[in-house]
């Protein structure tokens, strides 16, 4: 009889994210493990929780009953050290973005395998070293980007790949959330923060792993005033510009807008929209247009929206009867545990390294692969950071003369390097 296969995980932080995405998988894993040729039955078991405060785990210990694995919870300073001497394998972190790095650095310090939600870190230097510890310590690093298995955005990287769509020459994205995403859910984080590195983050590495160029220029601009004080360094919107360079010599401008103050009665959770231009074609995409609209009295548009994505993550009474919660959303969690077993769990042991190379190569959310978009992100908080101290206008540039991200200010011959290294 073959021995029981196990995969007991960790969880840092437990706010909207993990309510939506993590615990569905967790619960959905608990009752029917996962199952593959290549590795097996394996159980993944929630054994371990870190949160600041454990008010949250101990409201879903009570309500959870049997359908989680039992788990320990841990509160306070040290509650990632604590969870990571628990016996964990991987860890998941889902905390405020700006908290992801120091999180990251201790599961991968303690040889776990990593899945992080987007943005991975803020700054290249951070990336850098959580790659070389994922590289020292021979384990999974990985970042959360779920909009890239929606299956319209699947779509059209097919057609791209396959030269159905030709050369790629420009792109609009938005993405506006209610306020209560800024002024409820989100509110312990709000401070100093903006939109567009939660928010637009998913574009961003959508347009760098569809459209694969050399980033060169990064453009940005926000607005301020409604979450907070209009001179300070919160934002409420910004529109950023990425321009890429391709093989063929031409470039693509990429404008991508991004909002947490759209009014709460708007009859969608979000307002998404893209469009990109090609040689020979057109895509538009729009998420609620693509979808349902419903209306229920004294529900909708506030406790319950009328247009509803069920791709992301929905809840369905499966026509078997069943009660299933499913969607790309937590689809993207499955696959991540799948390949910590498939490393784990899916060979002989003398064969672990090539098995762990081989889901490195995995671009769509390997850390190593994150350059990029990360690279967008620390341009972008520069600008904005610019922009709050007076200076307006300012541009990075990427892999120049002077450095692998330079800052540019207009009529100034000074320039400011972000980051020294390739990016």
């Given at each position: 009889m073959a021995s029981k296969k196990n995969i007991n995980a960790g969880m840092v932080g437990m706010g909207m994210i993990f309510d939506e995405t993590y615990r569905p998988f967790f619960e959905s894993a608990h009752k029917d493990g996962l199952y593959d040729r290549q590795f097996g039955d394996v159980s993944v078991n929630l054994s371990a929780v870190a949160t600041r405060t454990g008010s949250r785990a101990e409201k879903y210990q009570a309500i959870a009953g049997g359908k989680v694995h039992p788990f320990e919870s841990f509160a306070g300073d040290d509650a990632v050290d604590q969870m990571l001497q628990s016996g964990i394998d991987l860890a998941c972190v889902a905390t405020p973005d700006d908290r992801h790095y120091e999180a990251s650095k201790k599961v991968l310090?303690?040889?776990?395998?990593?899945?992080?939600?987007?943005?991975?870190?803020?700054t290249m230097q951070q990336l850098d070293e959580l790659v070389t510890l994922a590289e020292e310590k021979n384990v999974l690093a990985k970042v959360v980007y779920h909009k890239l298995l929606d299956p319209d955005h699947k779509k059209l990287r097919t057609l791209y790949a396959d030269n159905i769509l030709s050369h790629v020459n420009s792109g609009y994205c938005t993405l506006l959330e209610p306020k209560l995403i800024s002024g409820s859910q989100f509110s312990e984080w709000i401070t100093g923060r903006n939109p567009g590195t939660y928010v637009a983050v998913h574009y961003i590495k959508l347009i760098d792993f569809s459209f694969p160029g050399k980033l060169k220029t990064v453009m940005a601009t926000g607005q301020r005033g409604i979450v907070a004080e209009k001179d300070s360094n919160t934002w409420d919107s910004c529109q950023l510009r990425m321009i890429y360079e391709y093989d063929s010599g031409r470039e693509a401008a990429f404008d991508i807008h991004t909002s947490w103050v759209t009014p709460d009665n708007f009859p969608g959770y979000v307002e998404q929209e893209v469009q990109f231009r090609f040689d020979n074609g057109l895509w538009n995409g729009h998420s609620r247009k693509r979808g349902v609209e419903c209306t229920v009295e004294d529900k909708t548009p506030i406790t319950m929206k009328n247009s509803i994505n069920n791709h992301y993550n929905g809840s369905f009474l499966e026509p078997w009867g069943e009660r299933s919660q499913r969607g790309y959303g937590i689809e993207v969690i499955?696959?991540?545990?799948?390949?910590?077993?498939?490393?784990?769990?899916?060979?002989?042991?003398?064969?672990?390294?090539?098995?762990?190379?081989e889901m490195n190569q995995l671009d769509y959310n390997n850390l190593s692969a994150d350059r990029q978009t990360v690279a967008v992100v620390q341009a972008l908080e520069a600008i904005l950071e610019k922009q709050?101290?007076?200076?307006?206008?300012?541009?990075?540039?990427?892999?120049?003369?002077?450095?692998g991200l330079v800052l540019y200010t207009p009529g100034s011959s000074d320039h400011e390097v972000l980051y020294d290294g390739e990016v």
């Open positions: 310090e303690a040889g776990k395998h990593l899945i992080v939600e987007k943005p991975s870190v803020l499955e696959r991540f545990a799948r390949e910590v077993s498939y490393v784990e769990h899916g060979g002989e042991d003398s064969e672990r390294a090539n098995r762990l190379n709050a101290q007076g200076i307006p206008d300012t541009v990075v540039r990427i892999n120049d003369s002077n450095g």
